[in-house]
């Protein structure tokens, strides 16, 4: 997230989004000025995979593909790709 932060592609204060459509459940989150993704209850990750699990009763996911962007939807994968 830091090297998205670095680049300009996200900005601290940005909100992200994950829907678990099939649980009626829809988490937001905001990145910080130091590239952390701080979620709802307050807890700071370093990627969007740790913050999924967190939010996932500790199940794994692959946070770079279910968190998007408020602004226009984009997953934070589509983002990282842009790095290379």
């Not at 829907?19 to 937001?28: A, C, D, F, S, Y």
């Not at 995979?49 to 589509?78: C, F, M």
């Amino acid at each position: 997230m830091a090297d998205l932060l670095a680049k300009g592609l996200i900005s601290a204060g940005d909100k992200i989004i994950w829907e678990q459509k099939n649980l009626g459940k829809k988490h937001i989150a905001t990145i910080t000025s130091s590239g952390k993704i701080k979620t709802a209850d307050g807890k700071e990750h370093s990627t969007p995979s740790g913050a999924g699990k967190s939010l996932n009763n500790g199940k794994s996911i692959d946070g770079w593909l279910v968190w998007k962007t408020e602004k226009n939807g984009e997953p934070l994968d589509e983002l990282r790709k842009r790095l290379s």
